[in-house]
Nanobody
């Protein structure tokens, strides 16, 4: 089971990025997914989550309305579209996954997740 996140980079405030997380080694549509981020000197925080069928999403208040999570089960990939970026969005972004029987449930706690990717750095300049 491996997750590989990509798509990070340096962008000016107000700009956009699209993060991708490709999975391998298992039935992707049996797993709920999430995105977290960790800024220097801070704890890892929840960003967005999606149920395994893609029908339910949950966002943190800090990104709601600016970030959009989606998934392609056939392509074993989850995405995080980052729009209207702010300097405070600067962090390493991690994707995560967990096997679940629930079709619609989303999970927002890091400890809920079993598998993690290595992260991709997003830097937003002012």
């Amino acid at each position: 089971v491996q997750l590989q996140a990509s798509g990070g980079g340096l962008v000016q405030a107000g700009g956009s990025l699209r993060l991708s997380c490709v999975s391998s080694g298992w039935s992707f549509n049996t797993y709920a997914s999430g995105w977290f981020r960790q800024a220097p000197g801070k704890e890892r925080e929840f960003v967005a989550a999606m149920s395994k069928n893609g029908g339910s999403t949950l966002y943190s208040d800090s990104v709601k309305g600016r970030f959009t999570m989606s998934r392609d089960n056939a392509g074993k990939t989850v995405y995080l579209q980052l729009d209207s970026l702010k300097p405070e969005d600067t962090a390493i972004y991690y994707c995560a996954a967990l096997p679940t029987f629930s079709t619609i449930r989303t999970y927002s706690r890091p400890n809920d997740y079993q598998y993690w990717g290595k992260g991709t750095l997003v830097t937003v300049s002012s």
